[in-house]
Structure formats: C-alpha cells, structure tokens
C-alpha cells in the first residue's frame, strides 16, 4: 500500500460543530464520473488516493452519515463505495477504483435544493478506452476518403442533467429527464431527414456546463443549436410554450430575465468542473454582433412556435430575448425552447404522454426544417431545397 498523493484541504471550524453527510451521489458521463457529497455545512475533507488496488479515499472530519454513504452504488470507474465511522469520529468513505486517477477536488455552494457539496471529479485518462463522444453518431466504417455532400448539423442540447434536476413538477417529473427525451425525439426526427445529421451535446443523465454545450455545437460544426427546457413558476396555471433567442442587450420582458437567471444558474447547480472554461471560447462568447446570427435565430424561432401553437398554447407568441449563456455562440443561430410549463398540471400531462412529447418534437422539428427550406447554411451558396449541396470530405469503405 502506498500513498500516491495526499490532498489536504482542511476546514477546522465545521470539526467542532460537527457535520452530516446527506446525500452521496454518483454520476458517469463520456468524460468520466463525478461523486458529489452534499453536507449541510462546509465540509472539513482529506482526499488520497492508493493504489494495488486502486483506491480513492476521501475523510470528512466529524461527521455523521454512515447509512447514506452505505446506499452510495459504485458507477463508471468506481466499482464499489465503502464507508467507516472512525474512532476520532470522522467518516470515512472508500472509493474501489477500476483504474489509478488522480480526482479534481472542488466545492459547491449552496445551490437550489442543494446544501454544500464536494465535489470528486475522475476523467478518464487521455488515450484510454474513452466512451465514444456522446452524441456525435459514428458514420459506417472508415477506409478510404471521398468528398460527399455535408449534411445540415443540428446540435441538440438536453438541458440540465445530472446533478441538476432543473425544474420539478407536481407529480415529481424532473425536467432533466423530459429535456432528454425530447432532444432524442427531435434528434431521431432530424436524423431521419435527408441530408440532415443530429447531434445530442448530452445523451445520458450527467451534467455539461453550459459552455461545454456550446463547445460540442462548434465542435460539430453545427448550422444551429436547438436547447430543449421545460419551464417552472411557483404559480402553477402559468403555462404555454415560450422561445427564446439571446438578447445582447436587455431582456424582452421582466420574466425573460428571471428565467435567463434560473437557467444560467445551473452550471451553480450542476457542478461544473474548473478545467472546463477555455479561453478561446471565452472570447467567442464575448462577440455578440452577427445580426444575421440574431435574424436566423428569431427565424428559426418564430417558426417553432407557429409549429408549438398548434399542439400546445403559446405563452408569448413572439420570440422573446434574454441573456442565456447557452445561446451565445455567435456563429451559430441558437434558440433556447421552453417547450411547456411543468409546474402546471395539464402541462406536465402533456410532458409525460409520450405521443404529447411526440408532437412537441415534430413541432420544434417542424421549424428547423422550414427555417432550412428557406435559409442558406453557411459556407453554402445553395439552400437545402435547391440542390446542389455542400461538400465536405468525409471516410468512406
Ligand atoms: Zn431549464
């Protein structure tokens, strides 16, 4: 046995008090597992890892909780979660690790539902068997190069995820996982297109900060960038389906920009890794001026919503602006759509009926489509009805 490294971040004034553990959570992503302890104060903490076999061992002084630490399920590379209370009265807890990694240590504020959270970060090592990219769809086996016409790229982003539930209906429906299934159904719709290609930014239930999602857009070259919510009130007759484009000035309405904020507030609540921020990105963010970006996103929007207005009503029937940080990607027309409220009981009906969320989909599919009939794809010259498609070198047998 012998110890790899020793992380010692260690915060006395929560030892006197005492502290409890009261949640442990696990999470897997194509990039590698997350564990989270949620605390209902800061956490003191120790973190270590060792190795034959591989273990990741995390202290928290003073505190209780071995029975919520006992139902923790090991999950991606950690096989198996232990724990122990130790004589000095601090928790133990014991992560069986598939592979030696070396964990980023980071804490959480209070966020939402959440109370202090450490934060156990794990990816997987470069050059290891990686989980294919989430949602980028391999194409048939590579051998030899050809050019071939470019399919039309939507990026579709499931919002939230993971540590962050997002909004939660009545009846306990969580908007992370409807948000997933309708972007799967909007991406099997756009997938079996024509000369379209659908890329999820998450496919599973893990959290990507808000800029990574944009990352994987750009990364994809996508030709638009379709974030797919579910909205929330307190006061549950409000509802509607709403569209939203990013405003680089103010917000089109007093509730816009309560939303803006609520959305914004989940990389708060979903835990993003520090590593994440990139400066070359940083600095694509900051230029918001491309007015036919801004013109191609209203159009895209505006035609969703005639599409949404059919199944659903329409809270606003204009597409509203404010500031998401999701839809700041200034080269590619970006809508933020909050396909229904799930706070309202009709409408959360309508978000766990598969053929409702069915006809939500088709709806959003709807205007993508039309927008593409009628717009040019960038770097094109040719609009998608008018033949005469975009090239792009791609692998082929
Ligand atoms: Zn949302």
Redesign the pocket.
């Known amino acids: 046995m012998r110890v790899l490294c020793l992380l010692t971040l260690c915060c006395l004034a929560s030892v006197a008090s005492g502290a409890e553990l009261r949640d442990l959570r696990l999470w897997e992503s194509p990039e590698g597992t997350r564990v989270v302890f949620e605390l209902d104060r800061v956490p003191g903490h120790k973190v270590f890892t060792l190795d034959n076999p591989a273990r990741i061992v995390i202290d928290l002084p003073a505190t209780r909780g071995l029975q919520t630490a006992h139902a923790a399920q090991g999950k991606g590379d950690v096989r198996s979660v232990r724990a122990a209370e130790r004589e000095d009265g601090s928790l133990r807890v014991v992560l069986d690790m598939a592979r030696n990694v070396e964990p980023r240590v980071f804490l959480l504020d209070p966020a939402e539902q959440y109370g202090h959270r450490l934060v156990l970060d794990m990816p997987i090592p470069e050059g290891a068997q990686a989980v294919p990219e989430a949602a980028v769809h391999a194409g048939p086996p590579v051998v030899a190069e050809a050019w071939q016409p470019r399919p039309i790229v939507v990026a579709i982003d499931a ?2 995820g993971g540590e962050d539930p ?2 939660i209906g009545k009846s306990g429906l969580q ?1 992370k996982n409807v ?1 997933l299934d309708l972007a799967q159904r909007l991406a099997r719709l756009v997938n079996a297109e024509p000369g379209f290609r659908a890329v999820l930014t998450r496919d599973g239930d893990y959290y990507l900060g808000l800029r990574e999602r944009v990352t994987r857009a750009r990364k994809a070259q996508a030709d638009l960038f379709v974030s797919v ?2 909205n929330a009130l307190k006061n549950r007759s409000m509802r509607g389906s709403a569209v939203y484009v990013v405003s680089p000035r103010g917000a089109s309405s007093e509730h816009a920009r309560w939303l803006a904020r609520r ?1 914004n507030a ?1 990389d708060l609540v979903g835990g993003i890794a520090l590593e994440n921020k990139d400066d070359e990105l940083a600095a694509v963010l900051i230029d918001l001026s491309q007015s036919s970006t801004m013109e191609a996103s209203f159009d895209v929007g505006g035609r969703m919503l005639q599409a949404l207005g059919k199944v659903n009503q329409l809270q606003r029937t204009q597409v509203q602006q404010a500031a998401f940080v999701v839809l700041k990607a200034p080269d590619i027309p970006s809508v933020l759509v909050e396909t229904a409220f799930i706070t309202n009981p009709t409408e959360e009906k309508l978000l766990r009926d598969p053929a409702g969320k069915q006809r939500l989909a088709q709806s959003m599919f709807l205007g993508i489509k039309g927008y593409f009939e009628s717009y040019r794809p960038r770097e094109s010259g040719r609009t998608v009805a008018g033949a005469a498609p975009r090239l792009q070198k791609v692998r082929t047998e």
């Open positions: 919002g939230h997002g909004a908007e948000a919510h579910a959305e989940a």
